[in-house]
């Protein structure tokens, strides 16, 4: 590796079914408050409802997919934590590189089912798919002139986002990359995972005995990376620093982790490695944590082997599986948590299973190291991991 | 840093590998195929590029491929011809990164999830399509066939997708994470893609693309995909290098593109972004573009970089098919450079240049 150093953060935005801004998401997080309920946006035939993670008071306008306006909230609200405005913006060389799932997805189930019954659709729904992009979309509302990558790596898709989009200032491609990932809440996927059976039709309770899967929840994390020299010309403070960024691919099953986890381990080591952080630097982990059988297991048991006694958790009891988002809205909550020194308790989980490498923080706990990790498995076997850093850790 | 490209594996409208490629630029031909579509109106006729996978029972078992969908089986044919062209089949391929761009995905299997929550139910959802319907399905696929445990990276950006994809694939090797990159594009022409196409562009003729008359649409969609096996330059040569990539928008100005290089250009009969090339293009400079071989789609820009990649090796440019009378008239005449621009334009303002040059 011949990358070093590491990329300031200068702002973060999130919005998700915890709070529509960042500090009322960790306010949620903090108090251990979350609200899964059968969706109020879609129905289905399941005769259970299972619970999910929306929005609420948040109304995407007609012109774009919910997932690109979702995105967009999260981008303004990191932006202008960056203190740039759009003048700023345009004078630089500014990319945007957001992960999804759905966002670039040509799978609008209106047009699908009156094609298929014969008749002629109207293609404004496909009209409004073309020009939701989610990372073309945020580079139009500020007219950014850089580069636009959206990443569909499935549910590694938000974390891959912020690691790669950490390459580009590194490669002098960009001043500041606007990072993270978005995906809304929606039928097709809401059918796609019942039929996989890897859903709970309660709360989703991750690392516990009795957990049964995940719920989808919906949202979008951003993060405004910036390079030194921008960063020193403005004056402007880091809150964190991106450390490091490792991923690897299972090879192994489309939709399972392999059972020994060989891929994660890969990215840790890779994360570990390029951002030379030593494993009794790591404060916390924001595991990937979905509550299905299968991650769970092989996730605890590779943080059990790699980084043995360093305390735990996933944030999805929360937010829900907000699949291309949540590696995004992860790194957020984590550079969150490292400025607070403190972690959130592991909601959902009450019953240690004896098969899984260890059990999750249960309650807040106060952290006083100043570096972190975060981590997201995916469809495809593929691992991501980035390695978050506070202020006073570089 | 230069990258190499070491292996180039392809499949399209021209048929399958360097040589069928190789064989079309020379003869500025590729057979158009009908394919039939549902609509209101009855089965529709229309004209398009289709890609063959036959081969790749070549490189993996028949009972194998059981459940692997047309989009991944275009990737993986794409993918072990390019191993194959570099001379690394059988290799030990485990810290190989995969990148995969795509402007629509696994569309047919995609539409096949919602028929059967449309047709049976939502209870009947299927776990197979949905499983293969994620975007990143191809790249799974080829990593688990290949063994490949490195990255791996699928980019959805619609047209610009294969530029944003290979500027982080460049990044990968440029940082030290991979020493080779599996670079391919995908992308699926099914039903519903293909209506969708005669629904915003009106009826399509079953004769060759003009890709430079900006005053009439003339596009053929396409399918297909197109690796390239690509390293940090060193001695064991290759096609040609990719010297940089750069993508973006242009909100004023003129994109600044050099008189002494021949420009490969993304046009492909689409009549808006014709006009686009037209306005952006200076009138005097040696143009070619290729999109008549295999048609319109976002991976043809992968389709671009092979042809230019076989330009340079072999040192001469190919005429460019349905050219001839056209505003910019860009009969490539003999090659006098050792460099090319690969220059994509997209709705709005969006470019991407990509500097490819003799090794």
């Given at each position: 590796?011949?990358?070093?150093?590491?990329?300031?953060?200068?702002?973060?935005?999130?919005?998700?079914?915890?709070?529509?801004?960042?500090?009322?998401?960790?306010?949620?997080?903090?108090?251990?408050?979350?609200?899964?309920?059968?969706?109020?946006?879609?129905?289905?035939?399941?005769?259970?409802?299972?619970?999910?993670?929306?929005?609420?008071?948040?109304?995407?306008?007609?012109?774009?997919?919910?997932?690109?306006?979702?995105?967009?909230?999260?981008?303004?609200?990191?932006?202008?934590?960056?203190?740039?405005?759009?003048?700023?913006?345009?004078?630089?060389?500014?990319?945007?590189?957001?992960?999804?799932?759905?966002?670039?997805?040509m799978?609008?189930?209106?047009?699908?089912?009156?094609?298929?019954?014969?008749?002629?659709?109207?293609?404004?729904?496909?009209?409004?798919?073309l020009?939701?992009?989610?990372?073309?979309?945020?580079?139009?509302?500020?007219?950014?002139?850089?580069?636009?990558?959206?990443?569909?790596?499935?549910?590694?898709s938000?974390?891959?986002?912020?690691?790669?989009?950490?390459?580009?200032?590194?490669?002098?491609?960009?001043?500041?990359?606007?990072?993270?990932?978005?995906?809304?809440?929606?039928?097709?996927?809401?059918?796609?995972?019942?039929?996989?059976?890897?859903?709970?039709?309660?709360?989703?309770?991750?690392?516990?005995?009795?957990?049964?899967?995940?719920?989808?929840?919906?949202?979008?994390?951003?993060?405004v990376?910036?390079?030194?020299?921008?960063?020193?010309?403005?004056?402007?403070?880091?809150?964190?620093?991106?450390?490091?960024?490792?991923?690897?691919?299972?090879?192994?099953?489309?939709?399972?982790?392999?059972?020994?986890?060989?891929?994660?381990?890969?990215?840790i080591?890779?994360?570990?490695?390029?951002?030379?952080?030593?494993?009794?630097?790591?404060?916390?982990?924001?595991?990937?944590?979905?509550g299905?059988?299968?991650?769970?297991?092989?996730?605890?048991?590779?943080?059990?082997?790699?980084?043995?006694?360093?305390p735990?958790?996933?944030?999805?009891?929360?937010?829900?599986?907000?699949?291309?988002?949540a590696?995004?809205?992860?790194?957020?909550?984590?550079?969150?948590?490292?400025?607070?020194?403190?972690?959130?308790?592991?909601?959902?989980?009450?019953?240690?299973?004896?098969?899984?490498?260890?059990?999750?923080v249960?309650?807040?706990?106060?952290?006083?190291?100043?570096?972190?990790?975060?981590?997201?498995?995916?469809?495809?076997?593929?691992?991501?991991?980035?390695?978050?850093?506070?202020?006073?850790?570089? | 840093?230069?990258?190499?490209?070491?292996?180039?594996?392809?499949?399209?409208?021209?048929?399958?590998?360097?040589?069928?490629?190789?064989?079309?630029?020379?003869n500025?031909?590729?057979?158009?195929?009908?394919?039939?579509?549902?609509?209101?109106?009855?089965?529709?006729?229309?004209?398009?590029?289709?890609?063959?996978?036959?081969?790749?029972?070549?490189?993996?078992?028949?009972?194998?491929?059981?459940?692997?969908?047309?989009?991944?089986?275009?990737?993986?044919?794409?993918?072990?011809?390019?191993?194959?062209d570099?001379?690394?089949?059988?290799?030990?391929?485990?810290?190989?990164?995969?990148?995969?761009?795509?402007?629509?995905?696994?569309?047919?299997?995609?539409?096949?999830?919602?028929?059967?929550?449309?047709?049976?139910?939502?209870?009947?959802?299927?776990?197979?399509?949905?499983?293969?319907?994620?975007?990143n399905?191809?790249?799974?696929?080829?990593?688990?066939?290949?063994?490949?445990?490195?990255?791996?990276?699928?980019?959805?950006?619609?047209?610009?997708?294969?530029p944003?994809?290979?500027?982080?694939?460049?990044?990968?090797?440029?940082?030290?994470?991979?020493?080779?990159?599996?670079?391919?594009?995908?992308?699926?022409?099914?039903?519903?893609?293909?209506y969708?196409?005669?629904?915003?562009?009106?009826?399509?003729?079953?004769?060759?693309?003009?890709?430079?008359?900006?005053?009439?649409?003339?596009?053929?969609?396409?399918?297909?995909?197109?690796?390239?096996?690509?390293?940090?330059?060193?001695?064991?040569?290759?096609?040609?290098?990719?010297?940089?990539?750069?993508?973006?928008?242009?909100?004023?100005?003129?994109?600044?593109?050099?008189?002494?290089?021949?420009?490969?250009?993304?046009?492909?009969?689409?009549?808006?972004?014709?006009?686009?090339?037209?306005?952006?293009?200076?009138?005097?400079?040696?143009?070619?573009?290729?999109?008549?071989?295999?048609?319109?789609?976002?991976?043809?820009?992968?389709?671009?970089?092979?042809?230019?990649?076989?330009?340079?090796?072999?040192?001469?440019?190919?005429?460019?098919?349905?050219?001839?009378?056209?505003?910019?008239d860009?009969t490539?005449?003999?090659?006098?450079?050792d460099?090319i621009?690969?220059?994509r334009?997209?709705?709005?303002?969006?470019?991407?240049?990509?500097?490819?040059?003799?090794?």
């Amino acid at each position: 590796m011949t990358h070093p150093w590491p990329v300031a953060i200068t702002g973060l935005g999130c919005i998700c079914a915890a709070g529509t801004n960042l500090d009322d998401c960790m306010e949620a997080l903090y108090s251990g408050r979350r609200a899964p309920a059968p969706s109020s946006r879609f129905t289905s035939d399941h005769p259970i409802k299972n619970p999910v993670f929306e929005v609420t008071g948040f109304c995407e306008p007609p012109e774009l997919l919910r997932t690109s306006a979702l995105g967009l909230q999260a981008a303004r609200e990191a932006i202008a934590d960056a203190g740039l405005d759009e003048e700023t913006l345009r004078s630089l060389r500014v990319g945007v590189c957001v992960g999804t799932t759905v966002g670039s997805a040509m799978n609008n189930e209106q047009f699908c089912r009156d094609y298929r019954a014969g008749l002629d659709p109207d293609l404004a729904p496909i009209e409004r798919i073309l020009r939701s992009n989610p990372a073309a979309v945020i580079a139009r509302a500020f007219e950014l002139t850089g580069p636009c990558q959206t990443v569909v790596n499935a549910c590694a898709s938000g974390t891959d986002a912020v690691g790669l989009a950490a390459s580009w200032i590194r490669g002098g491609i960009c001043d500041i990359v606007i990072a993270g990932g978005a995906d809304e809440l929606g039928r097709i996927t809401y059918n796609g995972f019942i039929s996989l059976m890897i859903t709970d039709d309660s709360p989703c309770k991750p690392f516990d005995k009795n957990r049964k899967g995940l719920n989808l929840g919906e949202g979008a994390g951003m993060l405004v990376l910036e390079s030194e020299e921008v960063r020193a010309r403005r004056g402007k403070e880091a809150r964190s620093f991106l450390l490091g960024y490792g991923s690897a691919c299972d090879a192994h099953h489309l939709t399972a982790p392999k059972p020994d986890g060989e891929g994660l381990r890969y990215a840790i080591a890779e994360a570990l490695s390029c951002s030379a952080t030593p494993t009794e630097s790591i404060a916390f982990v924001n595991a990937h944590g979905t509550g299905t059988p299968d991650n769970d297991r092989v996730e605890s048991r590779v943080l059990a082997d790699l980084l043995p006694g360093v305390p735990f958790l996933s944030t999805k009891g929360y937010t829900g599986h907000t699949l291309g988002a949540a590696g995004a809205i992860e790194a957020v909550f984590t550079v969150a948590c490292l400025e607070r020194g403190r972690v959130p308790g592991n909601a959902g989980f009450s019953t240690p299973d004896p098969e899984l490498g260890g059990t999750p923080v249960e309650g807040c706990l106060e952290i006083s190291g100043t570096v972190a990790l975060s981590e997201s498995l995916a469809f495809g076997g593929n691992n991501s991991v980035i390695i978050l850093g506070k202020r006073g850790a570089v | 840093m230069r990258m190499a490209v070491k292996g180039i594996g392809v499949t399209g409208g021209f048929g399958c590998g360097v040589a069928a490629l190789s064989a079309a630029l020379e003869n500025g031909i590729s057979p158009m195929e009908g394919i039939t579509v549902p609509s209101a109106q009855g089965p529709l006729q229309l004209p398009a590029f289709r890609a063959p996978t036959e081969r790749l029972e070549e490189f993996v078992p028949k009972r194998s491929l059981r459940r692997i969908d047309h989009y991944s089986r275009m990737g993986l044919l794409g993918a072990y011809l390019a191993i194959q062209d570099a001379g690394l089949l059988g290799s030990d391929l485990s810290r190989l990164g995969v990148v995969i761009a795509s402007g629509y995905g696994a569309t047919a299997t995609t539409f096949s999830f919602l028929d059967s929550i449309i047709g049976d139910g939502d209870i009947c959802a299927s776990p197979t399509h949905f499983a293969n319907s994620v975007h990143n399905s191809a790249a799974a696929n080829i990593s688990i066939m290949l063994g490949a445990k490195g990255p791996s990276l699928t980019v959805s950006q619609f047209d610009m997708s294969v530029p944003s994809a290979l500027m982080s694939a460049r990044q990968w090797l440029a940082e030290g994470r991979v020493e080779a990159v599996l670079f391919g594009a995908i992308d699926e022409l099914s039903d519903l893609i293909g209506y969708l196409w005669h629904r915003q562009r009106g009826p399509q003729r079953d004769r060759p693309i003009s890709p430079l008359n900006a005053d009439e649409e003339s596009s053929v969609i396409g399918e297909g995909a197109a690796f390239l096996l690509l390293t940090r330059e060193d001695e064991s040569g290759g096609y040609c290098a990719i010297d940089s990539v750069e993508t973006g928008s242009l909100y004023q100005g003129r994109l600044a593109l050099p008189e002494d290089a021949l420009l490969v250009l993304g046009a492909d009969g689409r009549k808006e972004l014709g006009a686009r090339y037209r306005d952006t293009i200076q009138a005097n400079s040696r143009v070619a573009c290729y999109a008549s071989l295999y048609g319109s789609m976002p991976a043809a820009a992968a389709f671009d970089l092979a042809c230019a990649a076989l330009v340079l090796q072999n040192g001469s440019a190919y005429r460019i098919p349905g050219a001839a009378g056209c505003a910019m008239d860009g009969t490539a005449a003999a090659l006098e450079t050792d460099r090319i621009f690969a220059v994509r334009l997209a709705e709005a303002n969006e470019y991407a240049k990509t500097t490819l040059s003799r090794l």
